[in-house]
């Protein structure tokens, strides 16, 4: 029997999820939690074979309880399932460890299967994201910046004030303004204007 724990803030996901893995006589739910803190106690008491982890929820995110979760020499294997599959939010996930990537439209036996996959120790990715990742093994996209600080220039790039990139992504406005002075020291400029003129020279954005 391999043991699953849920990861969403959508109780009607988790409900969903529940529904179609139970249909599965060798997979069990035996937990539930909302956001990242959730997670990370929640692996630790019930230490699941295998984690779904959404990426964005609001009180912390997928990468960062991922992060938490496997930094405590845990066995479960966690694997990302998500409405995301922006190259940053690919990149967050495998770095912070996660054993796979799928989306959310999977269909029912492709998700177990996964867990399945998982379960065994092998690392499962949706295909589309399969293709993202391998293109940015062969010429990454963002060259000297981290996933992270890419993934807030190009906020900055839209307009959006510190504020609402820390809305958008759920990290504070001093973590923003934190990711922005690294980026604006790798890009020898000054303000945010520059820092978005010249990653678009240089071919970051």
């Known amino acids: 029997m391999i043991t699953v724990l849920l990861v969403d803030d959508h109780p009607v996901v988790r409900a969903g999820l529940r529904g179609m893995l139970e249909a599965e006589p060798d997979l069990r739910i035996v937990g539930e939690a909302a956001s990242g803190p959730e997670a990370v106690t929640a692996a630790a008491a019930l230490t699941p074979d295998v984690i779904l982890m959404d990426l964005r929820m609001p009180g912390g995110d997928g990468a960062t309880a991922t992060e938490k979760i496997l930094s405590r020499a845990s066995r479960s294997r966690i694997v990302v399932l998500t409405t995301y599959e922006t190259d940053a939010d690919i ?87 934190t990711h922005l002075l690294r980026v604006f020291s790798k890009l020898d400029v000054d303000d945010r204007t520059a820092a978005v003129t010249t990653a678009m020279a240089r071919g970051l954005l």
């Open 91 to 177: 990149l967050r996930a495998v770095e912070a460890g996660a054993s796979g990537y799928l989306l959310k439209d999977a269909a029912p036996a492709e998700l177990a299967n996964a867990v399945r996959a998982a379960a065994r120790g092998e690392t499962v990715l949706a295909p589309a994201v399969a293709g993202r990742l391998l293109r940015q093994v062969r010429q990454p996209v963002q060259p000297g910046l981290s996933a992270r600080e890419a993934e807030v220039l190009r906020l900055v790039a839209r307009g959006l004030t510190n504020g609402d990139i820390g809305r958008e992504l759920h990290i504070s406005e001093a973590t923003v303004k």
